[in-house]
């Protein structure tokens, strides 16, 4: 079995039957799609074609060493493909065949790996899925311009001719990959500038705002209004299927920097506790302040504000997260996001009931996730 | 300067503006970013976007790329002011390039923070990334006089190329590259450094006006032949960070990859590129090559003084 197979298996332990078939049956694709779609668009004849220009030798060099290698890593290291399987998902639902338009799919999991690569730069992560970062590895300026235009590579491939989108879908979904990627720039701001500027009395409802328009976007919200107009969906549905994805969004968040803390088993390939040495304001934090007594509160922050790796303190600042039941109130508000995503589900009577069963156990997959 | 020109550098800083909130003003939030669904944090955003990105737009006020679009719409039948979105998304976009300019390409974030920046480095990117990742929405969201095609056709001219552009330059120098001829070189300026800002502001204004494809092609590959040109000539007298026009320096991100040649082959080649930029202008129509002979005029006046803009 090779290793994508093997991650693949790993991964479905935490999933439904309905949802692991369907899975099991759509990832060896996903991957294949996103990597031939990644290097086609390194490719000399599209980057000509995109850029107007004959590109020199030098040039096709920085190509493959500073853009394509460094992000394709990303890719090789063998992501979960949830994004493209998203998007294959939905427009199955609505009986479209995804190998139809094996851009669109792909492009969900192009822009989501960029992402990561500004996220690392910005957060100055050094691993990222067990290996190197790209910044690490190219340094920080090539990376930001590398993984900016992967994020934005959108804009050639889906109006491309042999797309295989119609106008309006191609104009629907530039809008919306657009949109997605100024606001959540806007998230990023709040994310960037509470630490900085020793912002410690925002409110829950204030992060809240900010993972809306932060990793709600590209995680759930944009793979699945993707799939929707892909689909030809009406305009309602694909609001229906954004909404879906909001309310999902930000369970995951909570969950995943709850996992940031605790993580569930060994096979994290992030660093352990690293929001706690960026000095991150999210949920959990915010929560803690609000309950734990002076003394603790004072070293809560202190901690925050060192901005230290040292593993001694960051299981006490663990440790009083904890005690403060800050874990657990982050969760139940997770739960409440959950409960909004299966009513959702269940309201979308456009779909026959084994795909609202299926999207009903990604829903469960996502809070239940242990990695 | 002509009036046209000094008329065309109000209206795009007073487009700049209307997209630029000046104050606290949740309804331009509502509006441009999205209804709150929790409630924003305007102090962290006014700290962390708005407030560094109006002190940056008022040091560089030059607004070159928004005065072509907007000389070259008039000129072609139309009018600047019903396309304020428009003029804003190319000032947004390169004010983003500049901003990005003062760091340096470390393996981390310690290494890569310039003297000259006074927030920590993810703060400031994120700041250019909002600048730069607003544009194509103005286009897409905020042209209403635009039909739907044709804010897709202007919208994919958008970042793809200045992202690969400022790549190549930061990864050809540091891995010393050879450009191998000139031509090879004005190709890289041709993705980088601002020509492919004169040319989205060119081809906004061909499909401002209506221009077919094969018209906003040609059009926008004037504003980029003009572009190339403004570098070159820049580069001859000496600066690599700047366009000169009118006794000012306007910023440009600094070109880093260069190719080593005489001046006066610089000069030259600007010069055939200047009428290359006229000659596909005045194909297109008599009055766009004399707005584009208008807009070099002004950047030809006398320079003097170190003023930076």
């Known amino acids: ?371 | 300067m002509s009036m046209p020109f000094k008329a065309a550098q109000a209206c795009a800083t007073a487009a700049l503006r209307h997209y630029l909130p000046q104050r606290e003003d949740m309804d331009w939030l509502a509006e441009v970013v999205d209804r709150p669904r929790f409630g924003w944090d305007w102090p962290a955003l006014e700290q962390g976007f708005f407030e560094p990105m109006r002190a940056w737009a008022a040091r560089h006020d030059a607004r070159l790329k928004p005065v072509l679009a907007g000389l070259l719409i008039d000129a072609l039948g139309g009018d600047k002011r019903r396309h304020p979105a428009l003029l804003a998304a190319l000032e947004f976009s390169h004010l983003a390039s500049c901003m990005l300019d003062d760091v340096h390409n470390g393996r981390d974030l310690a290494e890569s923070q310039g003297e000259q920046l006074t927030m920590p480095l993810p703060v400031w990117v994120t700041v250019a990334y909002n600048a730069r990742q607003l544009a194509p929405v103005l286009v897409m969201r905020r042209s209403p006089e635009l039909a739907p095609a044709d804010r897709l056709r202007l919208a994919r001219h958008y970042l793809f190329q200045q992202h690969l552009g400022c790549l190549f330059d930061i990864w050809g120098v540091e891995q010393g590259l050879a450009h191998g001829s000139l031509l090879h070189y004005l190709t890289h300026l041709s993705n980088y450094c601002g020509a492919p800002g004169f040319g989205l502001a060119a081809a906004t204004a061909a499909v401002a006006a209506g221009l077919d494809d094969g018209g906003v092609a040609e059009l926008r590959q004037a504003g980029i032949a003009l572009g190339v040109s403004l570098r070159l000539r820049a580069l001859a007298e000496g600066e690599d960070r700047a366009i000169l026009f009118a006794g000012r320096r306007s910023v440009e991100p600094g070109i880093h990859w260069r190719f080593a040649c005489d001046r006066q082959v610089l000069a030259d080649s600007a010069k055939r590129l200047d009428d290359a930029a006229r000659y596909g202008a005045e194909r297109l129509s008599p009055a766009a090559g004399a707005a584009l002979s208008d807009f070099l005029d002004a950047l030809a006046a006398p320079i003097a003084g170190d003023k930076l803009s």
């Open chain 1, 1 to 371: 079995m090779n290793a994508a197979a093997q991650y693949c298996d790993d991964f479905l332990a935490d999933m439904a039957p309905v949802l692991a078939d369907q899975y099991r049956q759509w990832y060896p694709w996903c991957r294949e799609t996103v990597l031939a779609t990644i290097d086609r668009l390194a490719s000399k004849p599209f980057l000509e074609d995109a850029l107007g220009v004959p590109l020199s030798p030098s040039m096709l060099q920085a190509v493959r060493d500073a853009w394509l290698i460094p992000y394709r890593a990303y890719h090789l290291r063998i992501g979960k493909m949830l994004r493209p399987f998203l998007v294959c998902s939905v427009m199955q639902a609505f009986e479209r065949d995804p190998r139809s338009l094996p851009s669109v799919v792909a492009i969900a999991e192009i822009i989501h790996a960029a992402s990561l690569v500004l996220d690392d730069v910005a957060d100055d992560s050094p691993l990222r899925r067990g290996g190197p970062t790209a910044h690490r590895m190219v340094g920080v300026c090539v990376a930001g311009a590398a993984g900016s235009a992967w994020l934005n590579v959108y804009l050639k491939l889906l109006t491309a001719p042999d797309a295989g989108l119609a106008p309006a879908q191609a104009q629907s979904l530039v809008d919306q990959i657009a949109w997605e990627h100024w606001v959540t720039g806007i998230g990023t701001t709040i994310d960037t500038t509470w630490p900085w500027i020793g912002r410690l009395d925002g409110t829950p409802a204030e992060y809240l705002q900010s993972v809306v328009h932060r990793s709600t976007s590209y995680t759930y919200r944009l793979p699945l209004k993707i799939g929707a107009i892909a689909a030809g969906a009406t305009p309602d549905q694909v609001a229906r299927f954004a909404a879906l994805g909001e309310e999902l969004g930000i369970a995951f968040q909570i969950i995943d920097d709850i996992l940031n803390v605790q993580p569930g088993d060994d096979k994290w390939g992030k660093v352990l506790a690293e929001d706690i040495t960026q000095g991150k304001i999210n949920l959990q934090v915010l929560l803690a302040l609000e309950r734990l007594p002076s003394p603790a509160r004072d070293e809560l922050i202190d901690i925050l504000q060192s901005r230290t790796d040292d593993p001694g303190r960051l299981g006490r600042a663990v440790a009083l997260m904890q005690s403060s039941g800050a874990f657990d109130a982050a969760r139940d508000i997770a739960l409440q996001y959950v409960a909004n995503t299966q009513t959702l589900v269940a309201e979308m009577d456009f779909l026959n009931p084994i795909d609202r069963e299926r999207l009903a156990a990604f829903v469960d997959y996502v809070i239940h996730r242990s990695r």
